[in-house]
């Protein structure tokens, strides 16, 4: 078990620094490097004032050399200076962290709220009308595109109807939970659209699997009714897959995320990084999107430690 | 499944008769008309003008017909790359097989999105690469297809290795054909419809991965219309005009559900031909 943490964590380690290395070489082809401004900025400087520069940001350099640089100075808790917020990167990070973790868990616990119970309403009889109309639902769920869905519910819940803000974390000068409150709910509720189809899906393939086992039969035989063997012993056999799911699933909860946040101007790590890529800011781009790769393959090994840690029929192989 | 794919043939077909319909009504999708901007669907205009006067109707189509060759182009390249690696891995076993899948499984679980957004701001001028290409439209199908590899290639190895020790393949091997020619004509022609599903269902994500890049403003690029861009327009006016938001949104939310029916469709009748 532990020799299988170690293996699964380096190789999530190595893909990591791959993907760090090719998001540096790509970020530096963004257009417009640090100097490109201020040279439209200043009529008056000259070539020689270029390459002095140059040299100071260490962009004459070659990309390697940069890259080494970089990493040495994010190893040592130095990821730069974002131009956008003219702030250090590390001081811009924080609140956008925490906004989107929030809008996660918030998407993440009702997108489970809904699927769990459809799930089971959709597996106790399959093929039967309520059973497609489920299906149907989580069909669309991610066949539509997140933007519209976004702009759809900001044109009926916050224009037609006016009950909710069409955008932002808080209203401005009102920092109240209550505020924060009212502000997540069509994100979130957006972001769990998106995604309970995938949960919806996989709980009740998972169900319509473990309820042909003899634990089953054993369940009706001694008397539950079949929503209650359903409920009490398929169900938790079938949240095992669902773990891997759910983890599996970041990485594209995390590009909703973005959309959403974009849409609804809600300040998480998705329109940091959409501004930054916007804004040609290298280094807050570069650090969130490491970050958002980082927590994405983080919450992968877990998920397969966290599987054989709840399922003890499970055995690495080391 | 008929219904998904009777919907995506007209749908094709009106996007691909879009100048032929422009000519029969006597419009035309650039013809900007100022005094005339924002109307509401009916009248002169079937379905409205968009912010500059120009038919909605047209435009929608015209940006079908770029999002369309996009989805299916892009679906074709990952197809193409999906079953390279699922076949080869498939095939080859051992290392080579447990690198690719490691990598397949790497690539499915990171942030798409935002690594996309970063390959599709890349400046190509830096490269020293020609950079005019209309509204970037193969470069898009290039982006996408580079993500959206990973569904063809699991189905293609899977496949592959339920082929791989069947008889046809051992008596082929025994006469001595070499790896590509064995790959090419007993695998590959085994492997097909699986693979041909699958890539099916990837066209719908395709189709929503360009609308999202273009959206956001780093897909297809404008006055080149796609159903992606026509919305990132319109949603400054959402509430003077809404009509120009709703209308291309349910365009792709159509052809995502039909092209992810039609895969399920064709999943289904393969799965009951397999147990036949």
């Not at chain 2, 998904?4 to 077909?13: D, K, N, S, W, Y």
């Not at chain 2, 060759?69 to 999906?82: K, P, R, T, W």
């Not at chain 2, 349910?250 to 992810?260: D, K, P, R, Y």
Request: hydrophobic share 55%; with cysteine; net charge neutral.
């Amino acid at each position: 078990m532990s020799a299988y943490l170690v293996r699964r964590s380096a190789e999530a380690l190595v893909a990591f620094v791959i993907v760090s290395v090719l998001v540096f070489a790509l970020v530096g082809l963004m257009p417009g490097d640090p100097l490109d401004l201020q040279l439209k900025g200043d009529p008056d400087i000259t070539t020689a004032d270029v390459e002095r520069l140059k040299a100071i940001y260490g962009l004459d350099r070659p990309l390697w050399e940069r890259y080494a640089a970089w990493a040495r100075g994010a190893l040592s808790g130095n990821l730069g200076f974002s131009r956008l917020y003219a702030q250090p990167v590390t001081a811009v990070l924080g609140d956008p962290i925490l906004n989107t973790v929030v809008l996660l868990g918030a998407s993440l616990v009702l997108g489970l709220a809904i699927a769990l119970p459809l799930a089971v309403a959709a597996a106790a009889r399959p093929g039967s009308p309520l059973d497609l109309g489920i299906n149907l639902f989580a069909f669309a769920g991610f066949s539509v595109p997140s933007f519209w869905l976004a702009l759809l519910m900001i044109l009926f819940f916050a224009v037609d109807l006016g009950w909710l803000p069409s955008g932002g974390v808080h209203a401005i000068g009102d920092d109240s939970l209550a505020s924060r409150a009212r502000h997540l709910v069509l994100p979130a509720l957006t972001l769990t659209v998106l995604s309970t189809g995938i949960y919806l899906r996989f709980a009740r393939g998972a169900l319509l699997e473990v309820i042909g086992e003899d634990f089953m039969r054993t369940a009706r035989a001694k008397g539950l009714s079949h929503i209650g063997a359903l409920v009490h012993h398929a169900l938790p056999n079938a949240l095992l897959p669902l773990v891997t799911i759910v983890a599996l699933q970041l990485g594209t909860l995390l590009s909703g995320a973005l959309v959403v946040e974009v849409v609804f101007a809600y300040r998480g790590m998705g329109k940091l990084i959409f501004d930054a890529i916007l804004a040609n800011d290298y280094n807050l781009a570069m650090a969130a999107l490491l970050l958002a790769t980082a927590l994405t393959l983080i919450c992968n090994v877990l998920a397969d430690v966290a599987y054989g840690w709840l399922d003890p029929r499970i055995r690495y192989g080391t | 499944m008929i219904l998904a794919g009777g919907t995506l043939a007209l749908l094709a077909a009106l996007c691909l008769a879009a100048p032929l319909i422009a000519a029969l009504l006597g419009l035309d999708g650039t013809q900007v008309d100022l005094l005339n901007r924002l109307a509401p669907p009916g009248g002169d205009h079937l379905l409205g003008t968009d912010e500059l006067g120009r038919d909605y109707l047209i435009r929608l189509l015209e940006g079908g017909r770029v999002s369309l060759l996009v989805g299916l182009g892009g679906a074709l390249a990952a197809g193409v790359i999906g079953t390279f690696i699922g076949v080869v891995s498939g095939y080859a076993g051992g290392r080579l097989d447990a690198f690719l899948m490691r990598l397949t499984d790497v690539v499915i679980a990171l942030p798409i999105l935002p690594l996309l957004l970063i390959v599709a701001a890349v400046d190509l001028g830096k490269l020293g690469l020609a950079t005019n290409d209309g509204g970037g439209a193969l470069r898009i199908i290039l982006i996408v297809a580079l993500f959206g590899w990973t569904t063809v290639a699991r189905v293609a190895r899977a496949t592959t290795l339920s082929v791989r020790r069947r008889t046809y393949v051992l008596a082929a091997e025994a006469l001595g054909a070499r790896p590509p020619r064995i790959v090419a004509f007993h695998i590959l022609p085994n492997v097909a419809g699986p693979i041909i599903v699958a890539t099916t269902l990837t066209i719908g994500t395709v189709v929503l991965t360009e609308s999202v890049l273009s959206f956001l403003g780093l897909g297809i690029q404008p006055p080149l219309p796609s159903w992606g861009n026509l919305l990132s327009g319109a949603q400054t006016l959402l509430a003077q005009a809404p009509h120009l938001a709703v209308l291309p949104g349910l365009a792709i939310f159509i052809t995502v559900v039909a092209f992810n029916l039609l895969g399920d469709g064709l999943q289904a009748r393969l799965d009951r031909r397999r147990r036949a």
